[in-house]
């Protein structure tokens, strides 16, 4: 297979005509599909039916403490759903708070919380003259989404297969006590589904900021989302790291059901320090009087415990990893070894990134939408929308059925395909 960037121009122009010929006739089937978030298909929601059916009007709804769940009260939530969730997130109980229903919506509190009143004590961020951010990229597009919208700016931190680039985060976080925060998704993370290494993670429990109230929002949404039973990633727990090395209060860990059960409508929790956790009990008892109950109900008579939850995350892994393998074996049979591309192959989590040559992601997701089949955005998994090199791309197979997938992953080759031939053709 000969490289795209070792061809002719007569080779070029003679490849592209076979490529426009080819993106015509699949322009002409009139595609509608859909790669562009991370939703779990039908057939994976109705892993979660037995929700609907473990409570009904002649259930106990008292949970095991005997408070009525029907009711008001248990504003950390109720001790088993803490139990569950806790296990979930490798912490005690004693270390967890049960929220609503979506943990982003938690990370905005925090952060609304910290511009508002302070962290534990420190000036509120509101008054300082300027507030910054840490953002691996690429990464979560509605984590720097909310950043952006409190006005709080963003510095760019380049992601490796074992996590960010710590000897940027340590020394940027050392000197400039203006930066408050960074972004993680640490196992199999959004887009790129790389695990942190146990370096990585030894490294974020030592750092050493400058301001105070940094914290380190360390959201694992995908803790247990195994593609393969043996092929697995592993995460140091990062709380008792943190603890470890005298630094209890820098880490802010944040799970939720929402890709285990049903998204928008699972349980989110915190998990921190005691001192933390107190902070963040200060305002949320002002802002409610308590939390979806009989949800969590709903999810500890479902699942049970930590092996209940592994069942079930089996069987989730059975529908969507034929997705992922389908659209590795078609990046690797279309586009391997034409050096026009570059792509991750994670162990879980939900998303494959893709990169393109420099100056061709918007190109190529622009086309694919010509073709029916819509992407995300490109620059997305940058902050403020701008990816510097216009050439990542996050591909989100687990929505659309297998045939559908099938076609939007030859219509996403052919268009990465043909825009890097006229990238070239522009140069030669
Ligand atoms: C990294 C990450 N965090 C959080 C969420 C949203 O979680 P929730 O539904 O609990 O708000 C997602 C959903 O795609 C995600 O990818």
């Given at each position: 297979m000969k490289k795209y960037s070792e061809m002719s121009k007569e080779e070029l122009l003679t490849l592209k005509a076979e490529l426009d010929k080819e993106y015509a006739d699949i322009k002409a089937q009139g595609l509608a599909l859909d790669m562009s978030r991370g939703k779990p298909a039908a057939d994976q929601l109705d892993l979660s039916m037995g929700l609907m059916d473990?409570?009904?009007?002649?259930?106990?709804?008292?949970c095991e403490t005997g408070?009525?769940?029907?009711?008001?009260?248990v504003i950390d939530g109720i001790p088993e759903a803490k139990r569950l969730l806790g296990e979930m997130s490798e912490v005690?109980?004693?270390?967890i708070i049960i929220y609503g229903n979506s943990s982003l919506n938690v990370m905005f509190d925090s952060i609304a919380r910290s511009m508002t009143h302070g962290v534990m004590?420190?000036?509120?961020?509101?008054?300082?003259d300027k507030v910054k951010f840490l953002c691996p990229v690429p990464g979560y597009d509605r984590h720097f989404k909310i950043t952006e919208f409190f006005g709080i700016e963003m510095i760019n931190v380049p992601m490796t297969p074992q996590g960010p680039d710590m000897d940027m985060v340590e020394k940027l976080v050392s000197e400039?006590?203006?930066?408050k925060g960074i972004w993680c998704v640490?196992?199999?993370?959004?887009?790129?589904g790389y695990t942190y290494s146990k370096e990585t993670v030894e490294r974020f429990a030592r750092l050493k900021p400058a301001a105070p109230d940094f914290r380190i929002?360390?959201?694992?949404?995908?803790?247990?989302?195994?593609?393969y039973d043996d092929n697995q990633d592993f995460l140091v727990e990062i709380l008792e790291e943190c603890a470890k090395a005298g630094n209890p209060d820098i880490v802010y860990k944040f799970t939720s059901t929402s890709k285990v059960s049903f998204p928008g409508s699972g349980i989110a929790a915190v998990a921190a320090s005691k001192a933390n956790l107190e902070d963040f009990r200060s305002y949320m008892q002002i802002q409610t009087i308590g939390h979806d109950k009989l949800n969590q109900l709903r999810h500890v008579r479902f699942f049970k415990d930590l092996n209940g939850l592994h069942e079930h995350m089996r069987k989730h892994a059975n529908i969507i990893r034929p997705k992922f393998e389908l659209v590795l074996d078609t990046l690797e049979k279309?586009?391997?070894?034409?050096?026009i591309g570059e792509w991750t192959k994670p162990h879980g989590g939900y998303f494959i990134s893709f990169d393109a040559m420099e100056g061709c992601a918007k190109a190529i997701v622009a086309k694919a939408k010509e073709a029916g089949v819509v992407l995300t955005?490109?620059?997305?998994?940058y902050p403020y929308g701008k990816d510097p090199k216009d050439s990542n791309i996050r591909i989100a197979?687990?929505?659309?059925t297998l045939e559908d997938l099938g076609k939007a992953a030859e219509v996403f080759v052919l268009c990465v395909k043909l825009t890097s031939v006229e990238k070239l053709l522009e140069n030669a």
């Open positions: 473990v409570l009904s009007s002649d259930s106990d709804l008292k408070v009525d769940c029907r009711n008001y009260g005690d109980p004693d270390h004590g420190n000036t509120p961020w509101c008054k300082l400039d006590a203006a930066i640490p196992k199999y993370s959004n887009p790129q929002y360390w959201d694992n949404a995908y803790s247990i989302h195994h593609l279309e586009l391997g070894g034409l050096g955005g490109a620059g997305a998994t197979p687990s929505f659309p």
